[in-house]
């Protein structure tokens, strides 16, 4: 691995420290594990998937019908893109 180092504010650092303690895991493997995660996203394109399927399958229905079935078309759009 490379060595890294970069500065941050008291709040990011803090926000840091609480990660690694909730998660158990140590800092900097919690730097690395954002980081793979921003560049998934980034390469996605999409802030969130299900968020782009809500987009989609609310193209054409109305907001009634989606509340009450919203699950029914995300599974299908789900289905869909595989």
Request: hydrophobic share 40%.
């Given at each position: 691995?490379?060595?890294?180092?970069f500065h941050l504010s008291p709040v990011e650092e803090l926000l840091l420290q609480n990660l690694s303690k909730d998660t158990g895991q140590s800092e900097a493997e919690?730097?690395?594990?954002?980081?793979?995660?921003?560049g998934a996203k980034k390469?996605?394109?999409?802030?969130?998937?299900?968020?782009?399927?809500?987009?989609?399958?609310?193209?054409?229905?109305d907001e009634k019908?989606?509340?009450?079935h919203h699950d029914k078309y995300l599974l299908e759009i789900f289905q869909s893109e595989e």
């Open positions: 691995m490379k060595r890294k180092q919690v730097v690395r594990e954002a980081i793979k995660h921003y390469r996605r394109g999409s802030p969130n998937p299900l968020i782009e399927m809500a987009n989609q399958a609310t193209a054409d229905m019908d989606l509340s009450a």
